[in-house]
């Protein structure tokens, strides 16, 4: 059997991106396109070209977190564009593609591959320090299709687990660090998101639950397999608007404690 040629066009469409990462997480809820979409924008921030795959095939809210709802994938000689969101920043989601963007997308495993395959095969990507990968919760299709092509065609950087605080998300998260291992994914690190809370009043940090509570399961999970914690990101109501309104947290409110946290994640990186 000869060479793959859909592997050997991916392959040359990635040649000149630098870095991928998947942004995993165990369940769904804990912030992980949030996450996803404020590390790209820090990263394009510190003039770092970022392309954004959206690889949340049903479920796709990168475009309304990165303000892009409204736009359309080009087609131009070199292949899709994908959709810019700024200077550094731009993005590709099956949310562009549906005809109507309302409609449940009721997809089986094959044509969910199949979609992820095009946005690595079909995208002209050109020159990227950084392509992030936001999933969908749990280890499922996008997944492995995402790893398995990213592989076969130059390799994974890694993956960025997120998680909350409490105790309860542990099970989940392990089961992310497994799929991980057994994929050869290299882990950058965890976040704890929702970590704390900002004080409207006072704009400052604070627990919300002690640690006796559960609180820093996910620094201590990182302790445990040995890989780096990234950081602890607070709730800031600031950051809910600031995806509402499609703009970096960062520029609706620059002192966010949660500002500073997402710097010291791309720090750590
Ligand atoms: P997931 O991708 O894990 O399902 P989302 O990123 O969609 O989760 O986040 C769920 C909701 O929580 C969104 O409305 C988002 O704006 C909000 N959210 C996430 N993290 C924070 C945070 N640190 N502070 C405030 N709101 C947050």
């Not at 604070?206 to 820093?216: D, I, L, N, Q, R």
Request: aromatic share 6%.
């Amino acid at each position: 059997k000869g060479p793959d040629p859909d592997i050997e066009i991916i392959t040359r469409r990635l040649q000149n991106v630098k870095h991928k990462i998947l942004v995993l997480s165990g369940k769904g809820g804990v912030g992980k396109s949030t996450m996803t979409k404020e590390l790209a924008f820090t990263l394009g921030h510190r003039n770092l070209l970022v392309g954004l795959v959206d690889t949340d095939i049903c479920g796709p809210s990168i475009p309304r977190m990165t303000g892009v709802r409204a736009e359309e994938v080009h087609q131009s000689a070199g292949g899709w564009e994908p959709v810019a969101v700024d200077d550094n920043v731009s993005v590709i989601s099956t949310h562009f593609l549906l005809p109507n963007k309302d409609d449940a997308v009721v997809w089986r495993g094959p044509r969910k591959n199949g979609m992820i395959k095009n946005f690595l095969k079909d995208v002209s990507w050109g020159e990227l320090d950084v392509l992030v990968f936001d999933t969908p919760p749990g280890t499922s299709d996008e997944h492995i299709s995402t790893v398995t092509l990213l592989q076969q065609s130059g390799g994974v950087s890694g993956a960025v687990i997120v998680t909350t605080p409490q105790e309860v998300a542990v099970a989940d998260v392990r089961r992310e660090i497994s799929f991980c291992i057994k994929t050869k994914v290299p882990i950058l690190g965890i976040v704890e998101n929702m970590s704390g809370f900002v004080c409207p009043k006072c704009d400052k940090s604070s627990m919300v639950f002690p640690s006796k509570f559960g609180e820093g399961a996910g620094e201590r999970l990182a302790k445990e397999y040995g890989f780096p914690f990234l950081g602890r990101v607070p709730l800031d109501p600031r950051l809910m608007k600031a995806c509402e309104e499609g703009v970096p947290l960062r520029e609706i409110a620059s002192d966010s404690p949660a500002v500073i946290a997402l710097d010291r994640v791309v720090d750590g990186l």
